[in-house]
């Protein structure tokens, strides 16, 4: 299982998640489709993995936040 899929099911689930994030349902699946987060996590413009984190605490299925943001990181792309 990737590891913004685990975060996402660790945190409650899409609606869940996007709630916690302040963020569209729409904008998570966006991610699960990316099998990342987007580049303002990585730029310190959002705090999404923390988000995700507590979201997933508080739901009892606590995740490593350092390893998500490590796997999550969007792909650089041949442009």
């Known amino acids: 299982m990737s590891s913004v899929k685990n975060a996402v099911r660790c945190a409650g689930g899409a609606k869940a998640s996007a709630r916690a994030c302040g963020v569209s349902v ?3 699946y966006k991610w699960l489709a990316a099998d990342a987060l987007p580049r303002t996590e990585y730029t310190g413009e959002t705090d999404y993995v923390e988000r995700l984190a507590a979201a997933a605490a508080a739901n009892g299925s606590p995740f ?3 390893e998500l943001r490590e796997s ?3 792909r650089k792309s041949a442009a």
Do not use: E, K, L, M
Request: charge should be positive.
């Open 72 to 74: 999550a990181a969007p």
């Open 64 to 66: 490593n936040a350092a």
């Open 26 to 28: 729409r904008a998570v």
